[in-house]
């Protein structure tokens, strides 16, 4: 709650990569379309299925 309190993201550690990574907020539709008080609290890896264009860096391919 501190790191939200200063306006950062909740994180937790990835267990595939050993790392920290942040939260991020996901809407549907998109901002672009509209969509930015319909937002969703999401994992990178878990964004990477939605969006096909994602880059995780690495040899990451998706995938639980």
């Keep these: 709650m501190a790191r939200m309190h ?3 993201s909740v994180q937790r550690i990835d267990s595939d990569i050993g790392k920290l ?3 991020e907020l996901h ?3 998109s901002q ?3 969509g930015l ?3 969703r609290p999401i994992l990178p890896d878990e964004y990477a299925f939605i969006d096909t264009f994602r880059n995780l ?3 990451y391919h998706g995938g639980f």
Aim: hydrophobic letters at 20%; aromatic letters at 0%.
């Design 57 to 59: 860096g690495g040899s």
């Design 21 to 23: 990574e942040g939260m």
């Design 37 to 39: 008080l319909d937002a």
């Design 27 to 29: 809407s549907t539709p």
């Design 32 to 34: 672009h379309n509209g």
């Design 6 to 8: 200063h306006g950062l």
